[in-house]
């Protein structure tokens, strides 16, 4: 081989690692990055939209809605929404969450507030999802709940340690008034 074809062989192979390079990154930056988290109550006379919003995608919220709920009150329903607000238009992700259910689990934690989460829906095989879930509320108080979305949990039935990976884990404060 005389030194053209060996430039013209390392140029071609020089041009197929570059080509295969900018491949792997376009796909990296066409995943979706989870920006807001809506929490959407709502109940008799109660109808409410509270948010955690990280607008600068670095992963630490730049603002958090303190969760306000009356006291003593029962069957408030709660359906999540999952957000990528650092493109626009936004990306509503949360059908997407939903059409694979089986592959992820939210998770609810209830710190010091007179709080209970319950009645989480389920996946198409019957496995806790809990994208929509019942609140009830007892005396005022206050604390907050921890929620996180797990991506292909390992066991959905055990709530405090599914394994899989975290999506996202956001905790809100709550006010029971």
Not at 120 to 149: C, E, M, Q, R
Request: with cysteine.
């Amino acid at each position: 081989m005389n030194n053209t074809q060996k430039l013209s062989a390392l140029a071609a192979l020089l041009l197929a690692l570059t080509t295969f390079s900018a491949c792997d990154k376009g796909e990296d930056t066409a995943e979706e990055n989870i920006t807001t988290i809506e929490v959407h109550l709502t109940g008799t006379n109660f109808d409410k939209k509270f948010y955690w919003d990280d607008t600068d995608g670095d992963g630490v919220a730049n603002t958090i809605d303190e969760i306000q709920i009356p006291a003593n009150t029962g069957n408030i329903q709660a359906h999540l929404h999952v957000y990528d607000r650092s493109v626009t238009p936004e990306i509503d992700i949360t059908e997407e969450i939903e059409e694979e259910s089986v592959d992820h689990l939210f998770t609810y934690a209830v710190t010091g507030a007179n709080l209970t989460i319950g009645s989480l829906n389920t996946d198409s095989a019957n496995n806790p999802f809990g994208i929509t879930s019942v609140w009830t509320t007892a005396a005022a108080g206050s604390g907050s709940v921890n929620i996180k979305l797990y991506h292909e949990p390992t066991n959905k039935t055990n709530a405090t340690n599914p394994g899989g990976e975290v999506d996202f884990d956001v905790v809100f404060p709550v006010k029971i008034q």
